[in-house]
Every structure is written in C-alpha cells, then in structure tokens.
C-alpha cells in the first residue's frame, strides 16, 4: 500500500471522520500522506510538538507513560480502524504519551495545519469533530471508573464487554466470539494490574460461565459479563 485510499467510505469508517461530508471526506484524503513503521519504532514520545495525527490501517501501535524508573503504563493500544494523535493536533499542546509500534504498522498522517484548515472553513465538520472528542472525554472518565470503583474481576468483565462494544457496537448480542490480538500483560497493562492477578481473573471468570476460551477464541457471555462487571452493592 503506498497510494492514498481516496473511498469515502473507508475515511467515514473512523468515528472522529463519520459526520464528513463527501466533499469533505475527499479533501482529507488530498491532505493525508502514507507512512510505514517497524516493529519498535517510537513514532512519537510525549513533550514532543503535536504536529500531525495518525490514522492506523495495519498492525498495532501503543500509547504509554514511563515513570522515571522506567516502569511503563500502557494507556491504549490501536488497531487497523483507529485514530490517535488527536488531541495535541487540535488543542496546540504536546504530546501527553509515547507512541510506539508493536508491530510492523502502515497509516496515514494527517498535518495539523492542514486539518485546521479543513475544519475551520466548515462550521457543521467543527461540530462534528467537538462531538467526537466529547465522546473520548466519556470513554476516558469510564476507564477511570473502572480502576478506581471496581475490583478486578469486574475490570477484567468491563474490558471484554468493551471490546465487543468496538465490534459491535452498543448493542450486544447475547453471547459472541473475540480473537484477542492483546497478551494477558497488555491487558493488565491497561487495567493497571499485574500479569499474574489479570490470570487467575481470566481463570475466575471462566469459572463463573461468562468466558470459555477453545483453540485461541474467547467466547463471551454477554449476560454473565454485564452482571459481573456492574456487581450488586451489598
């Protein structure tokens, strides 16, 4: 791949880019520039200018934080579909994390000055974009939420269930299948929790019906998630 994919359908598959126009959509695509990333390479590290945002079409890249004895906290992981790079485009701020590919990564890069440009000259795309940066701000108050009120059983339910939600959507099925791509230390990673306790909740909530995992699928129990991950108060 090394032409600029210029389907409208293929811009407006990524939620910040949905409410675009076609015209509009057509201009992003004029504006984007392809680039390839190693496995390992550091695309970004945080106090770096925000200068450009990166739309992902393969492989898997991480944010991160690194304390000053170099302890790392993974703050997300994007795949073929997301977004990142974001916030330091549009609120003229550094970078607030590391970027780094997982794997062999392609996307595409999307200037600030040039996307600031694009939206600026269109009031309804501005809108568009402060509706999708709300959304983020919701999603960020809900993982919070999750490490501070919730123990990790529930954690680790509230993953799956927001995983499947990537999938599909709001509206779950009863039960659905999911082929992770994440090891047990990115997920505890995410959750702020060890390898180890991420395992037994893993084995915990197998034990409990709402997981069964069969040659590297996970089968989910919506139902049973939902009750663990949102528990009665006593």
């Not at 990142?84 to 600030?112: C, H, N």
């Not at 509706?131 to 993982?143: E, G, S, Y």
């Not at 939420?145 to 339910?157: K, Q």
């Amino acid at each position: 791949m090394t032409e600029i994919n210029r389907s409208p359908a293929f811009w407006r598959s990524f939620p910040i880019f949905e409410e675009f126009d076609k015209e509009t959509l057509c201009e992003l695509a004029d504006i984007a520039s392809y680039r390839k990333w190693p496995a390992g390479t550091v695309i970004f590290q945080r106090g770096d200018e925000g200068n450009y945002m990166i739309v992902v079409v393969s492989g898997r890249i991480k944010l991160s934080l690194f304390t000053p004895q170099g302890r790392e906290l993974m703050l997300r992981q994007h795949e073929a579909g997301a977004l990142f790079g974001e916030m330091a485009v549009l609120d003229d701020q550094p970078r607030s994390a590391d970027a780094t590919a997982v794997t062999a990564a392609e996307g595409y890069v999307i200037g600030k000055k040039a996307f600031l440009d694009l939206i600026t000259q269109k009031p309804k795309i501005a809108e568009a974009v402060i509706r999708f940066l709300c959304a983020q701000l919701r999603d960020t108050t809900d993982r919070l939420e999750t490490i501070a009120l919730y123990d990790l059983n529930a954690r680790v339910a509230r993953f799956f269930l927001a995983t499947l939600r990537q999938i599909h959507g709001n509206e779950l099925p009863a039960s659905a299948n999911l082929r992770l791509t994440l090891s047990q230390t990115d997920i505890a990673a995410i959750l702020g929790a060890s390898r180890p306790k991420v395992n037994r909740a893993i084995l915990w909530l197998e034990d409990s019906g709402a997981l069964k995992r069969t040659d590297g699928i996970i089968s989910c129990n919506v139902g049973r998630l939902l009750t663990i991950a949102d528990p009665p108060e006593d």
